[in-house]
């Protein structure tokens, strides 16, 4: 297997070839939803199935602001786990809220409805892996639970582009907080 060929888009490198390689998250690349009218995910850096990642797994480092949810309440088919990095967050899963620090991990069985929001005074990072292998659905809840963190869709729906209609669209960026981050 030959080694993948990593460019820098401005935003951070990621693969432009198949193969192996190694790319650190601080130099790897990044997108925000932050900065318009609508709401926002935070920020990422998505390791997934686009731009010659895996194909069966996927995982990403998400950034959250206190306050800001990292999407909308929802339950996907296949397991997922969650570990905190830096900072806090609180976990709505199944109409429960959460505390969770730095190092708690969060194991979600297909079906369990769930989604973070940042918590306490800075950014909060948080590594999240799933499978991604098809059939692979998610179903995204009309939750008043949910709702008072922003954090529910309008409806029940599996579609994402109706789901995600009140949010801002990803664009290449790194977080705003990216200074007080643990690898800044």
Same mark, same amino acid.
């Given at each position: 297997?030959?080694?993948?060929?990593?460019? =820098?888009?401005?935003?951070?490198?990621?693969?432009?070839?198949?193969?192996? #390689?190694?790319?650190?998250?601080? =130099?790897?690349?990044?997108?925000? $939803?932050?900065?318009?009218?609508? +709401?926002?995910?935070?920020?990422?850096?998505? #390791?997934?199935a686009?731009? /010659?990642?895996?194909?069966e797994?996927?995982?990403?480092?998400?950034?959250?602001e206190?306050?800001?949810? /990292?999407?909308? @309440? !929802?339950?996907?088919? !296949?397991?997922? &786990?969650?570990?905190?990095?830096?900072?806090?967050?609180?976990?709505?899963?199944?109409?429960?809220? +959460? +505390?969770?620090r730095?190092?708690?991990?969060f194991? $979600?069985?297909?079906?369990?409805?769930?989604?973070?929001?940042?918590?306490?005074?800075?950014?909060? &990072?948080?590594?999240?892996?799933?499978?991604?292998?098809?059939?692979?659905?998610?179903? @995204?809840?009309? $939750?008043?639970?949910a709702?008072? !963190?922003?954090? $529910?869709?309008?409806?029940?729906?599996?579609?994402?582009?109706?789901? @995600?209609?009140?949010?801002?669209?990803?664009? +290449?960026?790194?977080?705003?907080?990216? =200074?007080?981050?643990?690898?800044?």
């Amino acid at each position: 297997m030959p080694e993948a060929r990593l460019e =820098d888009n401005g935003f951070g490198l990621a693969p432009a070839s198949e193969g192996w #390689f190694v790319v650190n998250v601080r =130099d790897a690349e990044w997108q925000t $939803s932050r900065g318009g009218e609508k +709401r926002s995910c935070g920020s990422e850096c998505a #390791f997934e199935a686009d731009a /010659n990642w895996s194909a069966e797994l996927g995982f990403n480092v998400n950034v959250l602001e206190p306050g800001e949810p /990292n999407g909308l @309440y !929802h339950a996907e088919s !296949h397991d997922e &786990a969650f570990l905190v990095l830096a900072g806090e967050c609180t976990l709505l899963v199944e109409g429960e809220e +959460r +505390r969770l620090r730095q190092w708690d991990c969060f194991r $979600s069985p297909a079906g369990t409805e769930h989604i973070f929001v940042g918590a306490g005074d800075g950014p909060c &990072a948080i590594l999240m892996a799933g499978v991604r292998t098809e059939p692979r659905q998610i179903r @995204y809840s009309a $939750s008043g639970f949910a709702a008072r !963190h922003g954090a $529910s869709a309008a409806r029940e729906t599996g579609d994402p582009r109706e789901a @995600y209609t009140d949010f801002e669209p990803w664009r +290449r960026g790194r977080p705003f907080s990216w =200074d007080r981050l643990p690898w800044a």
